[in-house]
């Protein structure tokens, strides 16, 4: 048992407090998962990679990745059975990127803003999580007269039973105190963004990049994603010089227009910077003996190869960090190895293991990728 267990009830899950009965966990950084992904593919002539480490070569598409080569791999031939077999070339292939299973689309949060005081909480957070717990009271209450005599001494004992939880993680809170590994940042240090939503395209990539590090920093979660884009997207590249026009209609299915294509390449660069960007950050930040890219397993991906051919049977993958004992710098080219060795979720299941999440099966794989 560590600091990290739940008791559950209801559909409410309530933290357990720290317990100096119980052994402490590892002095380690925990391991971290990033996804950055970028709609519309990729033009497949500049998406390459060969060599390894600092010497790796890598193609034009990936051009802002070139001095970060022994930080990241490059993964040829994923793809997931039912983005290829679907007959929808956005809308089923897109939602499950990360699943592999049937469409099941979840809302995000685009706004800079609400991320950041989900992250740092404010007083209405406490207020709604002190509100949750007065109500799982009040109803447990309610069954009072509703059960048998033996039954009411259980859900006494389970009222006070939450109570007892209730105080000490307020004690938990007021001593500070956390077994094992603590993170470096307990206080945020970038201001709250601005209420409205961010107008300028590159600016609001980097907030919501920046809140991701800001998170793994201080240890409010271990898991981020971020789509920069859309798929259908119509986000228009006017603010990169030389770029006119949307990123599907205009850019992506371009019809092989030597200048649309040039435009398309500065979209796909653009998109890398991105990842380039947290990949960066993150190796610039010290957690004792190692970094936070250290510490950390990243994936920059689109659910599609040829964008402009709608291209599902594979996907452009790079994945980042060395957390969870990840061994970056490497050209792993898994397409003619056949359709159940390159399959999205053999790779989720590898970085679920390193994760401590050990599952037999996931999506459509029962295999691991071990050489990454």
């Known amino acids: 048992?560590?600091?990290?267990?739940?008791?559950?009830n209801s559909g409410i899950a309530l933290a357990m407090p720290w317990l100096e009965s119980l052994p402490a966990a590892t002095t380690e950084p925990p391991t971290r998962f990033g996804l950055v992904y970028f709609s519309n593919g990729v033009e497949p002539a500049h998406w390459w990679a060969k060599g390894s480490g600092a010497s790796m070569e890598v193609g034009p598409g990936l051009a802002p990745m070139q001095p970060l080569t022994e930080h990241f791999s490059?993964?040829?031939?994923?793809?997931?059975?039912?983005?290829?077999?679907?007959?929808?070339?956005?809308?089923?292939?897109?939602p499950n990127l990360l699943s592999g299973a049937e469409v099941r689309p979840a809302t995000k949060e685009i706004y800079p803003a609400r991320v950041f005081d989900r992250l740092v909480g404010n007083d209405q957070d406490r207020e709604l999580d002190r509100s949750i717990l007065d109500t799982l009271l009040d109803q447990a209450h309610s069954l009072h007269s509703q059960v048998s005599y033996s039954d009411r001494a259980k859900l006494e004992e389970y009222l006070e039973s939450i109570r007892d939880i209730e105080r000490r993680i307020d004690l938990a809170t007021k001593q500070e105190r956390l077994e094992g590994w603590r993170p470096f940042l307990a206080e945020p240090n970038m201001e709250r963004p601005a209420s409205e939503l961010p107008q300028e395209i590159p600016e609001h990539m980097r907030l919501m990049l920046d809140l991701i590090v800001l998170a793994f920093r201080m240890d409010k979660t271990r898991i981020a994603t971020l789509m920069l884009n859309n798929d259908l997207s119509q986000m228009n590249f006017g603010f990169l010089d030389g770029v006119e026009g949307a990123l599907h209609l205009d850019l992506t299915h371009n019809g092989k227009d030597p200048e649309l294509e040039a435009m398309y390449l500065r979209t796909n660069q653009f998109h890398l910077e991105q990842f380039a960007y947290l990949v960066r950050r993150l190796s610039e930040i010290?957690?004792?003996?190692?970094?936070?890219?250290?510490?950390?397993?990243?994936?920059?991906?689109?659910?599609?190869?040829?964008?402009?051919?709608?291209?599902?049977?594979?996907?452009?993958?790079?994945?980042?960090?060395?957390?969870g004992?990840?061994?970056?710098?490497?050209?792993?080219?898994?397409?003619?190895?056949?359709?159940?060795?390159?399959?999205?979720?053999?790779?989720?299941?590898?970085?679920?293991?390193?994760?401590?999440?050990?599952?037999?099966?996931?999506?459509?794989?029962?295999?691991?990728?071990?050489?990454?």
């Open 325 to 372: 004992g990840l061994r970056p710098g490497q050209v792993l080219d898994y397409l003619s190895a056949g359709d159940d060795n390159r399959r999205a979720c053999s790779l989720y299941l590898s970085l679920m293991d390193r994760m401590g999440v050990r599952l037999d099966r996931f999506g459509d794989s029962r295999r691991r990728l071990d050489e990454i």
């Open 286 to 323: 010290d957690e004792g003996e190692k970094s936070l890219l250290d510490s950390s397993m990243l994936i920059g991906c689109s659910n599609l190869l040829d964008g402009d051919q709608h291209q599902a049977d594979e996907m452009p993958f790079l994945l980042a960090g060395r957390g």
């Open 74 to 94: 490059f993964l040829r031939g994923l793809y997931n059975q039912k983005a290829a077999e679907t007959s929808s070339p956005h809308l089923g292939a897109m």
């Open 1 to 8: 048992m560590h600091r990290r267990q739940f008791l559950r």
